[in-house]
């Protein structure tokens, strides 16, 4: 009791002054916070306002100078001066600037350097005041001039009539600004970080370490933060500066840590002191006190530490340990096992000793009972039996147990022990249902599974034996799995096995062929396991037929390579595109200048007929453009009437240069064949094919390439074997070679698609198919004579159609004039001279721009003066299409030729629809020209 009342006492003393002592440290760090939240909110107020007042000295400077007239005039000379001694006068200014509207500088402070005077037009500040703003301030950024870190104002400028024609704006030096913040900071405890929205520092305290940043992002919060930063409690208080975006954090230390306080405090290391004192003493009294009840409590300790033991054991076992008088009729001692098995309390097996029977299942009580009256009598019993408990739950229990005798012999007591083997049951039972369940998934796999050792077979399921056809396991079960192994991949497999029993090879996966029993060989995947101890291990494989996949792998493998050729057919056509339209424009300046010369010479002179010589080339050179584009194009070409045999002359032409010397080339081409309703382009393709596949058969040994091209006329008896085709007249296009020849077995594949006898880098057998699918749609065939060592000639037959009637304005070559005003624009200098000098000697008055923004600006300055407009497609920067719909804003009956080299962004369709009145492709004759422009001027 003593004891009991001195220990409440300390405990008391020590409470007592622990929620003093918390109440102080409280009070202080309180008093300290409210301290640096002032200072935050002062400070931060002061910045943004002396950052005002610095930048608004600036703009009473500027209403100032806005009222100077010679600077409202923009008049650069006194305007520098003024400028100039505004510089001097303030020593943080860099420059006093003022900018016209087009972003050129027309005045400054300090003398711009030669050749490097920027336009600044781009920039935001200057595009924030034209679009409004009063005034701007500068971000922090480097100079472009002096290289250093510079701030800044600027103001709009406006004219006599109030509208803004420039800027005025002045560069400081940012150093300033942070000499200006640093002085109000006199306190080197307070901090600041000067930063945007965006949480980027324009100026932070040298003091200030700032690892986290996140407290910078956003808008300002309303309120003060409580923050940490190296362990000291901060006040941080942001503000904002609108007119800047600027936002200024103060960081203010409040306090450090617990030890900060306490020792900031006398009287509180005082009170800790007393604090430390009065928990010494209690920890000594009890130390006291133990020391005296240790002593006695020893020999009671040592009285109950027999009996303790047993108890432990007993009543911490699992089992149900018990003793009993020799009729069972008394049960001197239970264990709490009892409970947990029988789920009945152990009292109630002291009132009735009995009852552990009266729970044994019913089906193996007599079994127990007769155990109890025969074999305890004799010895000892041990039974497995089931008890159902109170919850109908079945528990399975093995018991065992034996007689104990006295001096004399006789026993007078009987020891148990009862276990709880349900869950080892229920183990053997679900490992059972594996086996069974392991056993069916086997049988069902869709894999062939085995197992063997030593290379012997020991256990197959049903997928294997019908994988290699075979109709029981015994079959298999001891023979060698080598022999289901196909002869020629024996030695591979031996070889992999030893490799990866030595470790070399990492993966447990391989491919080779199987053996069936009816000696069929086929792919198979193989995935090898090994399990087992070291002198005992087994392995187990995984089988899987893989030749179909492997078929469509291959397959695959075809399609993928198919389609990289049409990539690289699609890239030659880009190409192709690119050059030509390049090609064109040189065209032009070649044709145009050669029909201005012939103009000046005297008809049927030398001069006059070397330039018709000049001018054939160049509309040879047009033509083979024109199918060069067509070949390009991503989309389909139309079909036309055309007379083939020029196409074909100009496709030799191209294919002479690809083949070697050592080939051939004869010719007999029907100049006037008939004419055929195709696209030239495909005409051209089927052509090239047929050429490229003879010169492939005679690529070794080299021969004659022959190309024929004739009129014929066909009756149905001719075409039996084309039941598709009617009798009529047919253009004939016969290529011929004096190669290897066809074999008979592949005459009738070869217009299959995908089918080729070529190695993989010389055709994807496409060819042929693609030849054999135009001719088909054009309403012709496509017929071979061949014979292995002859050679090889295909003939391909296409129906021809009328002639049509010239048209009056194709009979007419008289070359129309006019005295209209024209708008010429082509960024090709030499293109745009020609095409002026040209259109002034058929009358025009001509007015030329080489750049799309100044035929805008003099089109929008003088819309009435220019009946027309002929204008280029490709240009930097607007493109002819965005230029003629810009002008068709402006005046939209202005009627517009658009003429382009080779485009795939605009179409003549598209054109239209935007309102140009003609769309033409370069290079154009002067008479096309000529009569494009009478058209659109005459039929408006």
């Not at 192709?576 to 200048?593: K, S, T, V």
């Not at 200098?829 to 002034?840: P, Q, S, Y």
Request: glycine letters at 6%.
């Amino acid at each position: 009791m003593r004891s009991y009342r001195v220990t409440i006492a300390l405990i008391t003393l020590i409470v007592i002054q622990c929620v003093f002592f918390a109440a102080v440290i409280v009070g202080e760090r309180h008093q300290r916070w409210q301290e640096a939240r002032v200072t935050a909110e002062t400070m931060a107020s002061i910045s943004a306002s002396s950052t005002k007042d610095f930048f608004n000295k600036y703009l009473s400077i500027f209403d100032t100078l806005k009222s100077v007239e010679f600077i409202t005039r923009q008049e650069a000379e006194p305007s520098s001066g003024i400028l100039f001694r505004l510089n001097h006068k303030y020593p943080e200014i860099v420059n006093f600037a003022a900018v016209k509207q087009n972003g050129d500088f027309f005045a400054s402070g300090n003398p711009m350097p030669e050749g490097k005077v920027p336009n600044v037009k781009h920039l935001d500040f200057v595009q924030r005041i034209f679009s409004g703003e009063k005034h701007v301030i500068m971000q922090p950024h480097q100079g472009p001039i002096s290289k250093e870190m510079v701030t800044g104002i600027a103001v709009p400028l406006e004219n006599m009539d109030g509208k803004i024609n420039g800027i005025i704006g002045v560069s400081i030096e940012f150093q300033a600004l942070i000499n200006r913040w640093e002085n109000l900071l006199s306190d080197k405890k307070i901090m600041m970080a000067v930063h945007d929205i965006n949480g980027h520092i324009h100026y932070m305290s040298p003091n200030l370490n700032l690892q986290n940043k996140a407290y910078l992002k956003g808008n300002p919060p309303e309120k003060i933060q409580k923050i940490k930063i190296a362990k000291k409690t901060v006040a941080l208080y942001t503000i904002s500066h609108p007119e800047s975006g600027w936002n200024f954090s103060v960081f203010v230390p409040a306090y450090n840590d617990f030890i900060h306080l306490l020792v900031s405090r006398m009287e509180l290391i005082f009170l800790f002191a007393l604090m430390v004192i009065t928990v010494t003493t209690l920890g000594v009294w009890f130390y006291q006190e133990k020391m005296w009840t240790t002593k006695l409590s020893k020999e009671q300790k040592k009285l109950q530490q027999s009996e303790s033991k047993f108890r432990q054991l007993a009543e911490n076992i699992s089992a149900a340990f018990w003793i009993s008088s020799p009729d069972k009729n008394s049960i001197i001692y239970v264990s709490p096992g009892y409970e947990k098995i029988w789920g009945k309390d152990c009292q109630t097996l002291y009132d009735n000793p009995w009852m552990w029977v009266e729970a044994i299942h019913a089906d193996d009580r007599l079994k127990i009972e007769d155990a109890e009256k025969k074999k305890l009598l004799k010895g000892t019993y041990d039974e497995l039996y089931r008890i159902v408990r109170d919850d109908n739950t079945i528990r399975w229990v093995h018991d065992r147990a034996f007689p104990l005798s006295d001096e004399t012999g006789e026993i007078h007591r009987i020891v148990g022990i009862a276990v709880d083997v349900t869950d080892r049951i229920k183990a053997e039972e679900l490992l059972r249902r594996n086996k069974e369940e392991l056993k069916a998934v086997l049988d069902n796999s869709v894999d062939a599974i085995c197992v063997f050792q030593q290379g012997v077979h020991k256990f197959v399921n049903l997928a294997y034996l019908k994988m290699f056809c075979y109709q029981d396991a015994n079959e298999l079960v001891g023979k060698p799995i080598s022999e289901l192994i196909a002869p020629a991949k024996r030695s591979e497999v031996r070889q992999f096995v030893s490799a990866r029993a030595e470790g070399k090879l990492p993966s447990a996966k391989y491919q080779t062929k199987g053996l069936r029993r009816d000696g069929v060989e086929f792919d198979m995947e193989v995935n090898v396991t090994q399990y087992g101890q070291e002198d005992d291990k087994n392995t187990l494989v995984i089988l899987r037929d893989v030749t179909d996949l492997k078929r469509k792998e291959e397959e695959k493998d075809n399609l993928e390579k198919q389609l990289q050729q049409a990539q690289k057919m699609e890239a030659i056509g880009t190409l192709a595109g690119g050059i030509a339209h390049d090609f064109n424009n040189i065209l032009a300046a070649i044709i145009g200048y050669a029909e201005m010369a012939k103009d000046d010479c005297q008809p049927g002179s030398t001069i006059s007929q070397d330039l018709n010589g000049v001018l054939e080339a160049g509309n040879r050179a047009k033509s083979l453009v024109c199918q060069i584009l067509a070949f390009s194009r991503q989309d389909d070409t139309e079909r036309m009437i055309l007379q083939p045999a020029s196409i074909i002359k100009e496709t030799i032409t191209m294919l002479r240069p690809s083949l070697p010397t050592t080939i051939e080339i004869t010719q007999d081409i029907n100049a006037v064949a008939g004419l055929v309703f195709v696209d030239p382009t495909q005409l051209n393709q089927i052509l090239m094919n047929l050429c490229t596949n003879a010169f492939h058969a005679m690529e070794d040994t080299g021969g004659k390439l022959d190309i024929l091209l004739k009129e014929v006329t066909l009756s149905n008896e001719d075409l039996v074997h084309q039941p598709d085709v009617t009798g009529g007249t047919f253009i004939q296009l016969s290529i011929g070679d004096s190669g290897t020849g066809i074999a008979p077995t592949v005459k009738d594949k070869i217009f299959d698609p995908y089918f080729t006898t070529k190695e993989i880098s010389k055709g994807t057998g496409m060819g042929l198919s693609m030849v054999h699918g135009i001719v088909k749609n054009y309403g012709g065939f496509i017929s071979l004579d061949s014979e292995l060592g002859e050679g090889t000639v295909f003939h391909v037959f296409l129906p021809t159609v009328e002639k049509e009637a010239l048209t009056e304005n194709e009979i007419n070559d008289e070359i129309p004039i006019g005295r209209e005003k024209i708008l010429l624009v082509d960024d090709e200098e030499i293109l745009a001279k020609m095409g002026k000098t040209m259109l002034e000697r058929l009358g025009y008055h001509v007015t030329v721009r080489s750049n799309s923004f100044e035929a805008l600006e003099t089109f929008q300055n003088q819309p009435d003066k220019f009946d027309i407009v002929i204008t280029d497609q490709t240009m930097p920067g607007m493109t002819g299409s965005d230029l003629s719909r810009r002008m068709l804003q402006i005046r939209p009956d202005i009627p517009i030729i658009l003429c382009t080299g080779y485009s795939t962004i605009i179409s003549e369709e598209k054109a239209k629809s935007m309102g140009i009145k003609e769309f033409a492709f370069k290079p154009l004759a002067k008479k096309d020209i000529a009569k494009m422009i009478r058209k659109v001027l005459d039929n408006p």
